[in-house]
């Protein structure tokens, strides 16, 4: 595995650990207002979870595609 690789990989899984905190403070704000009886505030919280987890998916695929490309050979 190159050099540029696992700096790429290593950059990524900072992205991933950031999403993945971003979602967590969301759903404790969430889980939060609906303890205080605010449904609508809990679920309007929640609404940028779709576009966290489809950032965390991409992130997660990039990661495992960047470890998968090292076992190919080069043409």
Do not use: C, W, Y
């Amino acid at each position: 595995m190159t050099n540029f690789t696992q700096d790429t990989i290593r950059s990524t899984l900072a992205l991933l650990d950031d999403r993945l905190a971003r979602a967590s403070t969301l759903v404790s704000m969430a889980h939060e207002a609906i303890k205080s009886g605010e449904q609508n505030l809990a679920i309007g919280t929640l609404l940028p979870l779709q576009q966290e987890f489809a950032d965390i998916d991409t992130l997660l695929r990039t990661v495992f595609l960047l470890h998968r490309s090292k076992s190919k050979p080069s043409s």
